[in-house]
């Protein structure tokens, strides 16, 4: 069970060293940080993967492919 986890697209996206949950963690520490930095950093390290969603232009949103279809969070 715990090797799947490891393997799977959704656990990459979210819980590695730069996934979402660890550059929000890391984004909040910082006083000046903003919606658009943090997503930046979505952009910057998670555009390559599968699941992720960069929109078009320069919005402060970003999607996520999961089991319910797309979904995008601003």
């Known amino acids: 069970h715990f090797l799947w ?5 959704k656990y990459l996206l979210f819980f590695t060293d730069f996934g979402i949950f660890a550059l929000l963690d890391e984004e909040s520490r910082f006083p000046k940080a903003t919606d658009q930095s ?5 952009h ?8 992720y969603i960069k ?7 970003f999607g996520i492919h999961h089991y319910a279809g ?3 969070r601003k």
Do not use: A, M
């Open 38 to 42: 943090l997503v930046q950093k979505f």
């Open 5 to 9: 986890r490891l393997k799977s697209n």
């Open 70 to 72: 797309k979904v995008n």
């Open 44 to 51: 910057s390290h998670c555009k390559n993967h599968s699941r």
């Open 55 to 61: 929109p078009r232009g320069n919005e402060t949103t």
